[in-house]
């Protein structure tokens, strides 16, 4: 099976009527894309603040001072090493509303996944072009899988196989209006990867530093 739906109705629910993370994907100025929003089976009793995250990630990034809560200290669970390895742009919750997650696939899953097109909500992808075309976002950032299913999509037509130019360590997809997309490494990764991903969030951390 491509993905596994979450078991949570709470956090489907929460998805379904807002499928992002941190702030709104269409006002954010940093917009980071992803496959799939996974989380543990058992997320409403290990980890509870998390739908006070998704409510309003902006509130919880300013209260906490943690921009998710996979960054609490006690979280030793599945996207910690993500989203510790983010944190390292040096982000802070004044940045909070400038900040979005947004994820390809429209719903929470458990598990591993493998997505394919047929997966996807066209009404979310649609709204996902109108982001990278018309949005507000600056500074993109997509993985090499996304772009992969992104391509299969067909409704990305300027994402070509190569990209339009190298800016330091950062591979540039597309460049309009004053909107810049970029492809990096997942924040996740590891092996001969990494040292290409540290390099990046160097370059990343310098655009944020400068702001």
């Known amino acids: 099976m491509p993905y596994t739906l979450h078991p949570s109705e709470k956090l489907v629910s929460l998805f379904k009527e ?3 993370q941190g702030c709104n994907p269409a006002t954010a100025q940093f917009l980071f894309v992803g496959l799939d929003a996974n989380y543990a089976a058992d997320i409403e009793k290990s980890l509870p603040e998390v739908f006070d995250y998704l409510h309003s990630g902006v509130d919880f990034w300013r209260r906490t001072n943690v921009h998710h809560p996979f960054r609490l200290p006690r979280y030793e669970g599945s996207g ?3 989203h510790d390895k983010f944190a390292e ?8 509303e400038l900040v979005s997650f947004v994820e390809l696939l ?3 899953t458990v598990g591993v996944s493998s997505l394919n097109y047929g997966d996807l909500s ?3 992808l649609h709204s996902l072009a109108k982001i990278f075309d ?18 299969q999509t067909k409704l990305f037509p300027w994402l070509q196989k ?8 950062l591979a540039v997809l597309r460049e309009q209006n004053g909107r810049i997309i970029y492809k990096m490494h997942h924040f996740s990764c590891y092996g001969w990867q ?3 991903l540290n390099r990046q969030i160097m370059q990343i951390r310098k655009i944020v530093q400068d702001l």
Do not use: C, N, Q
């Open 194 to 196: 990494l040292e290409m």
């Open 162 to 169: 190569k990209p339009v130019r190298m800016d330091g360590d």
């Open 18 to 20: 807002k499928p992002w």
């Open 122 to 124: 066209m009404e979310h």
């Open 80 to 82: 910690k090493k993500y």
């Open 134 to 151: 018309s949005g507000t976002a600056k500074y993109i950032f997509v993985s090499s899988k996304v772009t992969e299913l992104m391509r």
């Open 106 to 108: 429209h719903l929470p």
């Open 89 to 96: 742009i040096g982000f802070t919750s004044k940045h909070a």
